[in-house]
């Protein structure tokens, strides 16, 4: 009875806390932080669990262990990018003793160069996925500003068209400029289906099984 006591106080105490003004930076951080995590292992566990179970090969367990390291990495990393962004922008303001739209550009700056600086696979995938977003981004705001004019005609057929020839034409001839994994999936589509040896690896499987060719 005693410890049900006690449990109820402590949920209120911490009910109590959170439904304080003056606490509300300081714990905006602290759920930002809990977000990021949530957030990256939702999005990478899907991602590494069809991408290893595809193109990785090995035991069963190496195969876990890479999606549980590719998991925690992202989730890792992103819970620090907001808890560090979120703190260097109330910090800011704080200082200045107001918001400025250069606050959250400097605070993301420091943040993706402490967090997303260093170069491997899950930042570079990161990092890659934002810069599609922004180029559409910032293409989006100069219209809108008048920097460019307004296209007369819809320019997402051209821009595909260049994006797709442009990334086969580096996978054919210049592969080792682009991300494993999508140098993965590009032979899976585009060199894979050039080969096969009967119709077990020309339609239910991708290549033939070990020891089916003998």
Same mark, same amino acid.
């Given at each position: 009875?005693?410890?049900?006591?006690?449990?109820?106080?402590? +949920?209120?105490?911490?009910?109590?806390?959170?439904?304080?003004?003056? *606490?509300?930076? /300081?714990?905006?951080?602290?759920?930002?932080?809990?977000?990021?995590?949530? *957030?990256?292992?939702?999005?990478?566990? $899907? #991602?590494?669990?069809?991408?290893?179970?595809? @193109?990785?090969?090995?035991?069963?367990?190496?195969?876990?262990?890479? +999606?549980?390291?590719?998991?925690?990495?992202?989730?890792?990393?992103?819970?620090?990018? &907001?808890?560090? *962004?979120?703190?260097?922008?109330?910090?800011?303001?704080?200082?200045?003793?107001?918001?400025?739209?250069?606050?959250? @550009?400097?605070?993301?700056?420091?943040?993706?160069?402490?967090?997303?600086?260093?170069?491997?696979?899950?930042?570079? !995938?990161?990092?890659?996925?934002?810069?599609?977003?922004?180029? @559409?981004?910032?293409?989006?705001?100069?219209?809108?500003?008048?920097?460019? =004019? !307004?296209?007369?005609?819809?320019?997402? $057929?051209?821009?595909? /068209?260049? &994006?797709?020839?442009? &990334?086969?034409?580096?996978?054919?001839?210049? =592969?080792?400029?682009?991300?494993?994994?999508?140098?993965?999936?590009?032979?899976?589509?585009?060199?894979?289906?050039?080969?096969? #040896?009967? +119709?077990?690896?020309?339609?239910?499987?991708?290549? $033939?099984? /070990?020891?089916? !060719?003998?």
């Amino acid at each position: 009875m005693a410890g049900s006591e006690l449990y109820k106080t402590l +949920i209120f105490t911490i009910n109590n806390i959170l439904q304080q003004e003056k *606490y509300k930076a /300081a714990l905006a951080v602290v759920k930002g932080f809990r977000n990021g995590a949530v *957030y990256g292992a939702k999005i990478r566990a $899907p #991602h590494a669990l069809v991408m290893t179970f595809l @193109f990785r090969s090995g035991s069963l367990r190496d195969k876990v262990k890479a +999606i549980a390291q590719a998991t925690y990495t992202h989730s890792r990393n992103l819970a620090c990018f &907001v808890f560090t *962004y979120k703190g260097l922008q109330t910090l800011q303001q704080r200082l200045q003793g107001k918001a400025c739209q250069s606050h959250s @550009f400097l605070a993301a700056c420091l943040g993706g160069w402490l967090v997303f600086g260093e170069n491997n696979n899950i930042n570079s !995938q990161i990092n890659m996925y934002l810069l599609s977003r922004i180029l @559409f981004g910032l293409s989006r705001l100069a219209v809108e500003k008048g920097y460019i =004019p !307004q296209p007369k005609k819809d320019p997402f $057929p051209l821009f595909a /068209a260049l &994006v797709w020839g442009i &990334v086969l034409w580096l996978f054919e001839y210049h =592969p080792h400029t682009l991300q494993p994994s999508l140098q993965s999936s590009m032979s899976y589509l585009y060199h894979d289906s050039n080969v096969w #040896h009967d +119709i077990s690896d020309f339609l239910v499987y991708n290549k $033939p099984r /070990a020891g089916a !060719q003998k």
